[in-house]
């Protein structure tokens, strides 16, 4: 099994690697650092959020439906356990934390949207319009299907079905709205790949989805990510109250800080394209007391070591983040989660990726390490006085509420901050307060 989570993997660097031009900054940030405080001693719809629609599919796009497949839907491993708890996974043993998978954003958005004192089930004076479908369970679904024209039927159906709501062509679909769990590679097929040779899918890139937001945890950097935006991997951390929150931050606020740097990782082979970062952070790590190891060797063995990968955390001042089998990791979230300074390798592991969700200036709360420098790590970071790290910390501290997915049961009247949800909403808002 093992070998075949890696060969699942492998596509997804043969894809970033093969299809990503090298990009710069052109997309227009609009950084929101703050935690707002919503109204926490109402069941009010936030002001800031517009009223949203989410739509009732057809069975055969029902993905909870779908879900109830989950035995069978991906070939290397039963996903079942993952998809309780409404995509949290099992419980870790205590309140609040659960064993999330790691492409679960999709599930867990839905869930959150369901008692959303915002949902309007009134289509006439709904602003924002949710497609519900879990764009990453069709793709496991259909990846099997070597015919191309066969793999997309359904998909094709979905948007014949999509596009041809009156609310939909109202607008061009431009106050609509979709979430993927899965990142952007699991859906490019490049265009001379011949039929059988890919299983991939354009799902995204359908013309009809041109004007949807897309919400998604890794996005194209360059001119192809229009209408895509970047939101959190899930953690582990689902809170249901304000306290939980607050309590969490004072712990990893005041948690000691044993280490200068850890990294929490694995290796990859010498022809991927990530190799040349993970062997210079592994080799480098290894061979100081100052940093902290934890390596992993592939997916499986990380998603049940949740104590081991946020307490090495949680000891590191610095948490190295460099690209894996695609640029961005869900270990970004884990670090900000533990209170450790993420560092970056490149601009596409964050800075480009979630702008809904980051401070503006990079270096308020991240390291970025230039190629010039990837072979002196533990001398770049040894040069930031405490001082610094310090202050970065608190903007990571800060900073968890919104990269958090709160529990889909909290109560509305016990949250006090915006999770990634709101703060998603809050962003949809904006746009589409411009069309309407
Ligand atoms: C999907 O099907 C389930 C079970 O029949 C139903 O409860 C749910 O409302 C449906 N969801 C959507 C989004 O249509
Ligand atoms: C679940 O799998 C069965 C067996 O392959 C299939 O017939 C059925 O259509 C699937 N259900 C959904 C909702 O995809
Ligand atoms: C949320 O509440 C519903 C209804 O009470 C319940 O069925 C569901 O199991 C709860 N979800 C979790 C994750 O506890
Ligand atoms: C793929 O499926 C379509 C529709 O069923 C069929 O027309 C086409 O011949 C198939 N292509 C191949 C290469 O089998
Ligand atoms: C997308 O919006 C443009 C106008 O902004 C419109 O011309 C086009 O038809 C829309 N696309 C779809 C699929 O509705
Ligand atoms: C770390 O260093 C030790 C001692 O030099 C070596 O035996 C070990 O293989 C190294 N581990 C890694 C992961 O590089």
């Not at 959303?116 to 099997?144: G, M, N, Q």
């Not at 949740?306 to 949680?314: P, S």
């Not at 001042?317 to 990791?329: A, I, K, Y």
Request: hydrophobic letters at 35%; one cysteine or more.
């Amino acid at each position: 099994m093992n070998a075949k989570v890696l060969t699942f993997l492998a596509f997804f660097s043969i894809a970033s690697y093969l299809f990503l031009p090298y990009y710069g900054s052109d997309l227009e940030a609009t950084p929101n650092s703050e935690t707002h405080k919503t109204q926490s001693q109402s069941n009010q719809c936030d002001p800031d959020i517009a009223p949203f629609y989410i739509y009732d599919l057809p069975d055969r796009f029902n993905m909870t439906l779908v879900a109830r497949n989950c035995s069978i839907l991906n070939p290397w491993f039963n996903m079942c356990p993952y998809f309780d708890n409404q995509g949290m996974g099992q419980p870790l043993g205590k309140p609040s934390w659960y064993n999330t998978y790691q492409f679960n954003a999709d599930m867990l958005f839905h869930a959150r949207t369901v008692n959303h004192p915002c949902r309007t089930y009134d289509l006439s004076s709904a602003r924002l319009f949710y497609i519900p479908v879990y764009a990453s369970l069709f793709v496991h679904w259909f990846e099997k299907e070597k015919n191309l024209t066969q793999r997309e039927a359904v998909w094709v159906d979905f948007l014949d079905h999509i596009s041809s709501l009156p609310t939909f062509q109202r607008h061009g679909g431009h106050n609509h709205f979709l979430v993927s769990g899965l990142m952007v590679w699991g859906f490019i097929r490049s265009p001379d790949q011949k039929e059988g040779e890919s299983r991939f899918n354009d799902f995204l890139t359908f013309p009809q989805l041109a004007n949807v937001s897309k919400l998604i945890i890794e996005h194209e950097t360059n001119a192809n990510a229009k209408n895509f935006f970047g939101i959190p991997y899930p953690s582990y951390f689902h809170p249901q109250l304000e306290v939980e929150i607050t309590m969490w931050q004072e712990e990893v606020h005041h948690s000691e800080r044993t280490h200068l740097f850890s990294f929490v990782g694995g290796t990859r082979p010498k022809e991927h394209g990530a190799n040349k970062y993970r062997s210079a952070v592994i080799s480098q790590c290894n061979r100081t007391e100052s940093c902290l190891l934890v390596q992993c060797k592939y997916w499986g063995s990380v998603w049940d070591a949740v104590d081991e990968i946020l307490g090495a955390m949680k000891r590191a001042r610095f948490c190295l983040q460099p690209p894996g089998d695609t640029f961005t990791r869900r270990s970004i979230f884990d670090s900000i989660l533990a209170g450790c300074v993420p560092v970056f390798f490149t601009d596409k592991t964050a800075y480009l990726q979630y702008e809904w969700y980051i401070p503006e200036r990079r270096e308020d709360w991240s390291v970025l390490i230039g190629p010039d420098q990837l072979d002196r790590i533990e001398e770049v970071l040894l040069q930031i006085p405490e001082k610094e790290v310090k202050r970065m910390r608190e903007v990571i501290v800060g900073m968890i509420p919104q990269v958090t997915y709160m529990h889909p049961n909290a109560s509305w009247p016990e949250i006090g901050f915006r999770d990634v949800v709101d703060t998603a909403l809050v962003e949809l808002t904006k746009r589409v307060r411009q069309i309407n």
